[in-house]
């Protein structure tokens, strides 16, 4: 990294100069000593060679630190490091935080100033500053309106939670800032440690014991050193008559011999140890893999907050609970298994349905990438496309289906990866497809008369059911190879499953979503495509009195109902305190938290977010669970919901237990949850028998229905209905009601449902009448006959048996994709939402990829950028001006009146003014902010970030018209629009004549 080069450079600078330096050159080695090092690694400083660069800033900076520190690796060792001195903990909200302060520097105490902002308190300044001056013989700092007493064992740290803050020029001018966020070689060999710990503890203690000696050898050899130069330097006259020096000198050759010898054999046992803890090397590198992956979900969300403490914790509980075995190759891959699949199922249970396969697939492609799977070049065209925007291609061939759009996608393709390379000689010649799943994507039209006549060699990489049932022989292959070195079929053989999925994305853009999760379930397993089902009873195995339950909601979601049921279950009906958080209701919660902490009762604070104001005092309250000394009832347990909202402390997100509370995606996802919240009692002891079961499918399904046909938009519903389990449980309830005396009120039960228990969120007539229609399908007395199926195909039912098992097998060998027909719709509707959903998903993975370079040749993302930014003002012009307009264009008419096509490009040519004054201005200012000229804003970033993800800026969308298009294509349009005005227009070759006709 930066530091790495820094140091580099210092070398050869001093050689330049020709000051004598060693070849391995460290700060560290020159900064601090190995005992050291190890006193703060015993102190909770990870291992890594980042982190111990970090603490030689931290300790020996003339300024104060400033750490950036979101996962508290640094806080947590400036309180183990600090404690013993009496470390003071302060807050710029706390109300006395400044007088702490003061006591602190008067006394010579450290302090720790936690969760910082992008900017701090102005009163602070004399201390970052050290603005300290004697008077009296005293030394004194003046803080807020009094001199105070400044001692020199004073000592202050700063910790920031934010993981990417903007400092001003002038708050980093004041600190140190220290960037203490995990890295991914120092977060693996910080899991290595524990995974070793917990495979091979006696590996881990040969380590320590090792550390511990060679420490103590080298500091035993620094002592006997220092004894021999304190003794020559007060020898005087002739050193070799003093006979004290003498005897010295030689015992100190003896065991300076003897630790020199144990020094080695010491090295020597820590190489094999390293040898045998590398072995483990795999399982540590996944663990660091995947935290980075999860750590990126806050980006998408502010609830999807994970603390590397949680994650180590989840990481290493499932290395001890893993399946054991002697040979180490299957226990290699048994811990990488369980590890990636228990982080899976408890972090998504804790996301929103449409982030879930966003999560799937980025943990696959970054496991692929890290095997060397999948390239970089291979993910950045996935995500970005082809980016620039001056690009030559080829002509266009001749061809009549072949347009222009479809031909640029070949180039660029062809151009970006070679392994596409002839892609556009194929594309007019032969059909080219790939198979994926169950399904075959054509590029082309499938038959055309203009293709080359199929040969020996089509045939032989054809499909099994489209091969001649004659092989043509090797010979007759060869002489077709040389007729035509260009075969039907060669891409779907040539092509890796990741290239596939770029082919899709390129060619059938709607099918990516089916083809990511078919992707993940290949190269992952089916359990990561797959809403893993959470209940109640789970959840509450994984809390603690001091680990609350967070309830993620969504619009028209509830939780009460599932909560009271589990209340009831455990025989906590009436020990549960539910309280709906609002103005005024706080310190009820507060008084009500107190209580149930001592008797060992529930809470459950609902709508969080309605309590912003509240929130920080809640999370001091939470914080005091864990603290020194705090007594809690081992049976008292809280429960918080909240819709996602950045005023929930992040803190409370990170050691608590999440999950959602909305629909799942997809009819079986659906009824899997649906039957999962079903007792058998319920399901299988009606007096109605197989009538009942049937119906109460058929309610179910048909709610799944409902949920689901909101995913077309105004095809499935005129608005946008917040259906919710509610609903479903009951209708269910309304069945079981009616039905108790064995007889079937179809009327009484089709209103009910129909009108009241769904119609009563329905406003729109025609999706009232759409309603009814699907009742009509599930719920009706011809559901009952033998043989009835809810779709044209017969693949959705309702099954036939005795128990719920029947049922929830069924529901297990449903598709994951859904047909539309039982829907009741067309094919051609899934096409809209297919392509919103692709979207989506590549704008989400997008949002938090780290910064990338996306040209070839090796260039970094600032040259990409400003090449990009030459490239802009070289293509678009400064202004259009107005004046140059023929005078005939503003002649008025007869009656007074300017032509109202003129009025119209008058405003036109304002509307592009503004718009090229915006593009030029954040252009220039790029270009300087990237030479270094001028401060990179939170805007400019954007932009910059924008033109890598090869995207609009938003600064440049809200400055023009409405554009679904790339970076690329909307630079080409905004020339071609510009161009249009300035010369077709401006120029008059077709508005004057226009005028003239209106005149």
């Not at 266009?396 to 759009?405: A, E, R, S």
Request: hydrophobic fraction near 40%; glycine fraction near 6%.
């Amino acid at each position: 990294g930066y530091r790495v080069e820094l140091v580099a450079g210092w070398i050869d600078r001093c050689r330049e100069l020709g000051i004598p330096v060693s070849e391995d050159l460290s700060l560290v080695k020159i900064l601090a000593d190995a005992y050291e090092i190890r006193q703060w690694n015993e102190d909770g400083l990870p291992r890594d060679s980042v982190s111990t660069e970090n603490a030689v800033l931290v300790t020996r900076g003339r300024r104060w630190p400033l750490m950036i520190d979101p996962q508290d690796q640094a806080n947590r060792w400036i309180r183990q490091k600090e404690s013993n001195n009496g470390l003071k903990v302060i807050k710029l909200t706390d109300p006395n935080y400044l007088r702490t302060l003061e006591n602190a520097i008067r006394i010579g105490m450290p302090v720790l100033l936690e969760e910082v902002g992008e900017t701090l308190d102005p009163s602070l300044e004399p201390v970052l500053l050290r603005q300290t001056f004697i008077q009296g013989g005293r030394l004194l700092i003046r803080l807020g309106d009094s001199d105070i007493d400044y001692d020199k064992n004073f000592k202050f740290y700063m910790t920031t939670k934010l993981s990417n803050p903007h400092y001003l020029p002038e708050v980093s001018i004041k600190v140190t800032i220290i960037n203490f966020t995990v890295t991914k070689s120092g977060l693996e060999d910080q899991l290595l440690s524990d995974v070793v710990r917990l495979e091979r503890p006696d590996l881990e203690q040969q380590r320590n014991t090792l550390i511990t000696n060679i420490n103590k050898d080298k500091n035993q050899l620094k002592l006997i050193e220092d004894k021999i130069l304190r003794l020559l330097f007060h020898s005087e006259g002739n050193i070799l008559d003093d006979e004290s020096l003498i005897e010295v000198l030689n015992s100190s050759k003896i065991t300076s011999g003897e630790i020199t010898r144990r020094l080695i054999e010491a090295e020597e046992t820590e190489k094999k140890i390293s040898t045998a803890r590398e072995k483990y090397r795999t399982v540590a590198t996944r663990g660091s893999l995947m935290y980075f992956v999860v750590a990126n979900l806050a980006e998408i969300d502010p609830m999807y907050q994970y603390s590397l403490k949680y994650f180590a914790q989840l990481f290493n509980t499932c290395i001890e609970n893993s399946e054991k075995s002697s040979d180490l190759d299957i226990r290699l891959q048994t811990l990488l298994d369980s590890t990636t699949r228990l982080v899976y199922t408890n972090v998504s249970r804790g996301l929103f349905e449409q982030h879930k396969l966003v999560f799937s697939f980025m943990l696959c492609i970054d496991v692929m990438r890290e095997r060397g799977d999948v390239t970089e070049d291979e993910w950045n065209f996935f995500l970005r496309g082809a980016t620039g925007v001056d690009r030559e291609r080829p002509e266009k061939p001749d061809v009549p289906w072949l347009g222009q759009i479809l031909w640029n996608l070949c180039c660029d393709l062809e151009a970006a990866l070679p392994v596409f390379a002839g892609l556009s000689e194929d594309i007019s010649t032969v059909p080219v497809f790939v198979v994926f799943g169950d399904s075959k994507v054509y590029a082309n039209p499938e038959e055309w008369d203009g293709y080359a006549e199929p040969t020996a060699e089509d045939n032989a990489t054809a499909e099994p059911e489209e091969a001649e049932e004659t092989p043509p022989t090797a010979e007759e292959g060869s002489e077709a190879k040389e007729e035509k070195p260009r075969v039907r079929g060669q891409w779907d053989s040539k092509l890796t499953e990741f290239q596939k999925l770029i082919f899709i994305k390129v060619f059938k853009e709607e099918r990516v979503v089916p083809a990511s999760n078919l992707f993940v379930s290949r190269n992952l397993g089916k359990t990561f495509v797959e809403s893993p089902p959470v209940g109640m009873a789970t959840l509450y195995e994984d809390m603690a009195p001091i680990t609350p339950l967070v309830f993620i909601l969504s619009t028209g979601s509830d939780p009460m109902g599932n909560f009271q049921r589990f209340a009831k279950e455990k025989g906590y009906m009436q020990r549960f305190h539910a309280i709906s958080l609002g103005q005024g209701q706080g310190p009820v919660a507060a008084k009500l938290i107190a209580t149930a902490t001592k008797s060992g009762d529930w809470v459950f604070l609902q709508n969080c977010h309605l309590a912003a104001s509240w929130m920080l005092a809640m999370e001091n309250l939470i914080k005091e669970f864990s603290a020194p000394g705090k007594e809690i009832h081992a049976d008292f347990r809280l429960f918080l919901s909240s819709m996602p909202a950045k005023s929930f402390p992040v803190s409370v997100l990170q050691n608590s237990v999440k999950v959602t509370n909305e629909p799942p995606k997809g009819l079986r996802a659906n009824l899997r949850r649906a039957f999962a919240e079903m007792t058998p009692l319920f399901f299988e002891g009606h007096a109605m028998g197989q009538t009942w079961r049937t119906l109460v499918f058929g309610l179910c399904f048909m709610h799944a229905v409902i949920l689901e046909r909101k995913k077309f938009g105004p095809l499935g519903w005129n608005i946008r209905y917040e259906f919710s389990d509610s609903d479903r449980e009951c209708a269910l309830d309304n069945l079981k009601m009616f039905l108790v005396d064995g007889e079937m009120p179809w009327d009484a039960l089709t209103f009910i449902t129909a009108e009241i228990t769904y119609g009563g969120r329905v406003t729109d007539s025609w999706d009232t009448r759409c309603l009814r229609t699907l009742l009509k399908s599930f719920f009706s007395p011809e559901t009952l006959n033998e043989g009835y199926t809810y779709s044209p195909s017969g693949m959705y039912y309702s099954p036939t048996g005795p128990s719920i098992a029947t049922y929830t097998a069924y529901i297990e060998s449903l598709p994951f994709n859904d047909d539309p027909e039982v829907f009741g719709m067309h094919e051609n509707a899934n096409i809209t939402f297919q392509i919103q959903e692709t979207t989506s998903l590549l704008g989400t993975i997008l949002d938090v990829q780290p910064r990338l370079g996306g040209g070839g040749g090796g260039k970094t993302s600032d040259e990409v950028v400003f090449e990009l930014a030459d490239s802009v003002l070289g293509r678009v012009p400064d202004s259009l001006n107005i004046e140059e307009a023929p005078e005939e264009m503003f002649q008025p008419d007869s009656e007074g009146r300017v032509n109202s096509l003129t009025t119209v490009l008058q405003q036109e040519v304002d509307r592009f003014n503004k718009l090229l004054k915006v593009l030029k201005n954040s252009m220039h200012t790029i270009k300087k902010a990237i030479k270094g000229l001028v401060v990179m804003s939170l805007e400019l970033e954007a932009v910059y970030t924008s033109f890598l993800n090869n995207q609009v800026p938003v600064l440049w969308a809200t400055a023009a018209y409405p554009s679904m298009k790339t970076l690329a294509s909307w630079i080409k349009d905004l020339v071609l629009r510009v161009h249009f005005i300035d010369v077709r227009v401006l120029g008059c070759e077709w508005l004057c004549s226009a005028v003239c006709l209106v005149l």
